[in-house]
């Protein structure tokens, strides 16, 4: 049961769009934990698909990132993680390409309904902030995730069983490296204030170890002036002195 709690930082973050976050979260450990069962499906060593294998593991790594994002998002608005039961995968054998691929696009799909009910949430109770962070970190990856999906589904099926799903699986490699430059992991909002504490430390140990620099410097300056230098005027006064002995 999801309970709103009383915060000093919260602000127009309504307790029906709090709820449905928390089954966003749910949804998307639910998508990662399905994606692993489908990696180590593809990685038997009667299966030997290690380019299904390889994507379904970056579509783990991608959900449990973005769930990670909606946590922060609660956390830093002044709401509450609920976390709830995660159900187990439909089945253990996700049987061809195919197959696992049209799974996973209808699970992206109904995430992506999910996603779309948080945004109408969030405009029907006029909070700008969810509506950006639904639109730009969950929705548009989700939508461009969705075409690629499709796109796979189509080259798999033009080139049936056999030798050519054998040559596409050896071909991922392109779709993976597309996909993680179109969909780069999204850094947590935790994540980039630890960063740019970081950075502030870092410029701090360097203004501190210039100026620790700066003053040993100094101090050897002047260990040098108190050093007697071989041309000063009591050493030249005698040497003056000669010359004019000599040339008298």
């Known amino acids: 049961m999801h309970t709103v709690r009383t915060s000093l930082i919260r602000q127009n973050l309504h ?3 709090e709820k449905l976050l928390n089954e966003l979260i749910n949804a998307f450990l639910f998508g990662a934990y399905t994606c692993k069962s489908m990696a180590y499906y593809f990685e038997r060593d009667d299966i030997g698909m290690f380019g299904m294998a390889d994507l379904n593991k970056w579509c783990a790594v991608h959900g449990f990132n973005d769930a ?10 002044g709401g509450t993680v609920c976390f709830f ?10 049987g061809t390409p195919v197959d696992s691929l049209e799974c996973l696009l209808t699970y992206k799909q109904t995430l992506y309904k999910l996603a779309n009910k948080c945004h109408s949430s969030a405009h029907q109770f006029h909070d700008p902030h969810l509506n950006h962070f639904i639109e730009t970190i969950i929705l548009r990856p ?5 075409r690629q999906c499709g796109i796979l589904i189509s080259n ?8 050519g799903e054998y040559q596409l699986n050896k071909d991922l490699k392109c779709y993976l490296e597309e996909l993680k430059c ?11 204030l630890n960063r740019r ?9 360097e ?9 040993s410097e100094e101090e050897e300056e002047d260990e040098e002036e108190v050093v007697p230098n071989r041309f000063s005027v009591k050493n030249v006064i005698p040497v003056v002195d000669k010359i004019i002995n000599d040339l008298e």
């Open 15 to 17: 307790p029906d769009s």
């Open 207 to 215: 203004e501190s170890s210039s100026s620790s620099e700066s003053s």
């Open 156 to 163: 798999m099926k033009r080139v049936g069983n056999g030798l």
């Open 182 to 192: 179109a969909l780069p992991l999204q850094p947590t909002s935790f994540s980039r």
């Open 197 to 205: 504490f970081s950075n502030r430390r870092n410029v701090f140990e």
């Open 85 to 94: 039961d995660i159900k187990k995968p439909d089945r253990d054998d996700w």
């Open 142 to 146: 989700l939508v461009l995730f969705i």
């Open 68 to 77: 990670k994002l909606v946590m922060d998002h609660i956390t830093v608005r």
